[in-house]
T-cell receptor, first 115, second 114 residues
């Protein structure tokens, strides 16, 4: 079974600075997908970024980028130029490619952006 | 934004009472999912559906049942609610399962069982 670990329960960053959120996972599969979801105080789950394991290039979406280290099974999210609206809980998630694959979430990390 | 709505958005009920939560989508996506979110656990899959009348269990399915009589609606039923089922429930949809398809989530339903 796959597991996703987010070991930092909380982080804080000054507005306009850069912060990195850590995520590690465990799987025996060679091909899979990794996701970061954002959950602001509104409780809505919002997709931030997606990475396909067979792609060596790290995914980027505006101020959000990932550092995907397949051998180390590490998938960290970097937020550049942090904004107050980035304050949220962030979840790392894994999905395999088999017929019975499911989305497995980490426990989440609460990020606070300070003005 | 994916067209997903959940109803009710909030509900308070008593132990032993049946409860049904509804998820409605306008995207005509094949797959629909029910998750629960609890502190310290992230989101955990309860049940999912891969088509009308086709459903399967997730990792925390005990005490829950589901039904899907139309593509656009996926119902989650707690036959006899317990306090351990107090949680936030999310519905999600995807065009297909696994592979490259991303799941998109509804706004959530906060359920409190007294």
């Amino acid at each position: 079974a796959q597991t996703v670990t987010q070991s930092q329960p909380e982080m804080s960053v000054q507005e306009a600075e850069t912060v990195t959120l850590s995520c590690t996972y465990d799987t025996s599969e060679s091909n899979y997908y990794l996701f970061w979801y954002k959950q602001p105080p509104s409780r809505q789950m919002i997709l931030v970024i997606r990475q396909e394991a067979y792609k060596q290039q790290n995914a980027t979406e505006n101020r959000f980028s990932v550092n995907f280290q397949k051998a180390a099974k590490s998938f960290s999210l970097k937020i550049s130029d942090s904004q107050l609206g980035d304050t949220a809980m962030y979840f790392c998630a894994f999905m395999g490619t088999g017929a019975n694959s499911k989305l497995t979430f980490g426990k989440g990390i609460t990020l606070s952006v300070r003005p | 934004d994916a067209g997903i709505t959940q109803s009710p958005r909030h509900k308070v009920t008593e132990t032993g009472t049946p409860v049904t939560l509804r998820c409605h989508q306008t995207e005509n996506h094949r797959y629909m999912y029910w998750y629960r979110q609890d502190p310290g656990h992230g989101l955990r899959l309860i049940h999912y559906s891969y088509g009308v009348k086709d459903t399967d269990k997730g990792e925390v399915s005990d005490g829950y049942s589901v039904s899907r009589s139309k593509t656009e609606d996926f119902l989650l039923t707690l036959e006899s609610a317990t306090s351990s089922q107090t949680s936030v429930y999310f519905c999600a949809i995807s065009e297909s399962r696994g592979s490259s398809d991303t799941q998109y989530f509804g706004p959530g339903t906060r359920l409190t069982v007294l």
